[in-house]
């Protein structure tokens, strides 16, 4: 009797064992099933955000390799292939502009909104690559960042130290090339951020440049 006791109680335990398993491989298996779902819905959002950018922002912006050829407006206008955004401050620049930007909010519906900015964070910044720079030069960059640059521009989890007019591009949020620190810096922005050329050497600006994109970001 005890032997047949013991004989069913072992029974009993492996098909709960069993059931066990059975039931980790269906929650595991649910689970990789809905994360297709999910990665199959976000793909249609990006494609329907590139009809989006293409119809709205192509005009004046380069993204993908495709050429924006903004002849009559004078400003500097992002090349996104070579800055690298956060979902947060694409959704701001469409909700509300930029420099010599227009607000989109009332000219997309929520789903064109959620799809371009889904595509500007998945495309864009094809060409930021991390910096091959030592300490000794990303202590520079943060040396002349901190001289020249933290009076407008937030980076490394910090704020600007003035409130200009013209707000900085925060750099907790973008990530840009170093190709694309130094022509700014080189070049600067009518108006809101002066041109740093004669003011920095060619070592100071491959430095900062290095020091922004190494920490820009999240």
Do not use: W
């Not at 997309?108 to 959620?114: A, I, V």
């Not at 937030?154 to 190709?179: A, M, Y």
């Amino acid at each position: 009797m005890r032997r047949a006791t013991a004989f069913a109680l072992l029974l009993v335990l492996a098909s709960v064992a069993g059931c066990g398993s059975d039931s980790s491989r269906n929650d595991a298996a649910a689970r990789a099933r809905a994360a297709a779902r999910q990665q199959a819905l976000h793909a249609r959002l990006v494609t329907a955000g590139r009809s989006v950018f293409a119809k709205h922002c192509a005009l004046c912006h380069t993204m993908e390799g495709r050429v924006a050829h903004p002849t009559f407006i004078e400003s500097t206008i992002p090349n996104l292939d070579e800055v690298r955004p956060e979902a947060a401050y694409v959704h701001e620049r469409v909700r509300v502009g930029g420099f010599d930007m227009p607000s989109f909010e009332r000219e997309l519906s929520s789903r064109e909104f959620d799809a371009v900015v889904a595509y500007v964070v998945d495309m864009a910044g094809r060409r930021v690559a991390e910096p091959q720079a030592d300490a000794h030069q990303l202590a520079l960059g943060r040396a002349v960042f901190d001289q020249h640059c933290q009076a407008c521009h937030g980076i490394g989890g910090r704020r600007p130290t003035t409130r200009p007019q013209f707000p900085g591009t925060d750099f907790n949020l973008v990530k840009p090339s170093e190709e694309f620190v130094i022509r700014q810096a080189l070049r600067g922005i009518e108006g809101s951020m002066p041109s740093f050329r004669g003011k920095l050497t060619r070592a100071q600006l491959q430095a900062v440049a290095a020091y922004v994109t190494a920490t820009a970001g999240s």
